[in-house]
């Protein structure tokens, strides 16, 4: 069983920048496709971003293209989304995901494992 907790979350005023780390439970998610999806209130989850399981592959939706920046390190089994010039529309919980497959999926269905969630609250 493949465990992810996110962390990072937090309150930032927009223009302001975090960044986001999911812990996975096990060396096998080297292997894995990583997705970092977003659901705000009242919302679809959506796709934000994912990342190949060697990184040489990634997508971006077009909403967060040039402001966010997904990243792994398989050596410490971590996936990372640097997330700068924030927007207020960017505020929901975010989450992320992971699948044993090789395609990067844009919808939540591709992906078998998903963690819990880090609330991303951007202010005006």
């Known amino acids: 069983q493949v465990q992810l907790v996110e962390s990072g979350g937090g309150l930032v005023q927009a223009g302001g920048s975090l960044r986001l780390s999911c812990a996975t439970s096990?060396?096998?998610?080297?292997?894995?496709?990583m997705g970092w999806f977003r659901q705000a209130p009242g919302k679809e989850r959506e796709f934000v971003a994912a990342?190949?399981?060697?990184?040489?592959?990634?997508h971006y939706a077009d909403s967060v293209k040039g402001r966010f920046t997904i990243s792994r390190d398989n050596a410490k089994n971590t996936v990372y989304l640097q997330m700068n010039s924030l927007k207020p529309e960017d505020t929901a919980v975010y989450y992320c995901?992971?699948?044993?497959?090789?395609?990067?999926?844009?919808?939540?269905?591709?992906?078998?494992?998903w963690g819990k969630g880090t609330l991303v609250t951007v202010s005006s």
């Open positions: 990342i190949s399981w060697s990184g040489g592959t990634i």
């Open positions: 995901a992971a699948d044993s497959s090789t395609y990067l999926g844009f919808a939540p269905h591709y992906y078998e494992y």
């Open positions: 096990e060396r096998t998610v080297n292997r894995r496709v």
